[in-house]
Structures are given as C-alpha cells and as structure tokens.
C-alpha cells in the first residue's frame, strides 16, 4: 500500500554534513505534514523538524540553524540538510508522514514511520 523509505545517513566527522531523504510510495493521495525524528541510544525518540504540505517548517531550537528541512511535494519526498554535525547528533533518524491513500473502496489517513536511518558522527 504505502511505505515510507529513509536513505542518507552515514558516518561523519564533527563539522561535517550529511542529507537524508525520506520518499513516500504507493496509491498515495496526498501527504500533510512530514518530518524528521531521532532516537540516541538510551533516549527518548524526539522531533527534529516538520514540514507542512504548503512548506511552512518547524525546527526544534537544538538543531535551529544547522539543519533544514526541505519537501518536494512532487516526489512525495522530503529532506533533511545537517550541517556542522556534532557528536550530540549521533542517532538513529526517522521519518514520519502523514499520508491519505486509497484503499480498495474508500480512502483513509495513517501516520507512517520509516525503518530509520544511523547518523554517526566521531573523530
């Protein structure tokens, strides 16, 4: 039906940059809100950005300035820019979506998680 589908992420020294993808896929109708969460190890899951389906973005204060968020509404697709990574950064990242798509008779909205994606960054 749907699936929602990371790429991106990798291993980076302190300062370096990385960028996720996250592409949504299936009898997709339209997607609301996307965005980006991450889970360190020992903690709790926590948002990191949305974006809305007319591109109005949130970015939490501990990444503001680093990290963009960015949505190709036309490849049901969004991204996730990081700049001058730290090791505070190191995580697991998960996309999440908001998605209306067709079912065999009717029409219904999920809330998707992707599998996530590792970002490490170590010296």
């Known amino acids: 039906q749907v699936q929602v589908v990371e790429s991106g992420g990798g291993s980076v020294q302190p300062g370096g940059s990385l960028r996720l993808s996250c592409a949504a896929s299936?009898?997709?109708?339209?997607?609301?809100?996307m965005g980006w969460y991450r889970q360190a190890p020992a903690k709790e899951r926590e948002l990191v950005a949305t974006?809305?389906?007319?591109?109005?973005?949130n970015v939490v204060d501990s990444v503001k300035g680093r990290f963009t968020i960015s949505r190709d509404n036309a490849k049901n697709t969004v991204y996730l820019q990081m700049n001058s990574l730290t090791p505070e950064d190191t995580a697991v990242y998960y996309c999440?979506?908001?998605?209306?798509?067709?079912?065999?008779?009717?029409?219904?909205?999920?809330?998707?998680w992707g599998q996530g994606t590792q970002v490490t960054v170590s010296s």
């Open positions: 974006i809305t389906s007319s591109l109005s973005t």
């Open positions: 999440n979506a908001d998605i209306k798509y067709k079912r065999a008779y009717y029409s219904t909205t999920k809330n998707f």
């Open positions: 299936g009898s997709i109708i339209s997607i609301n809100s």
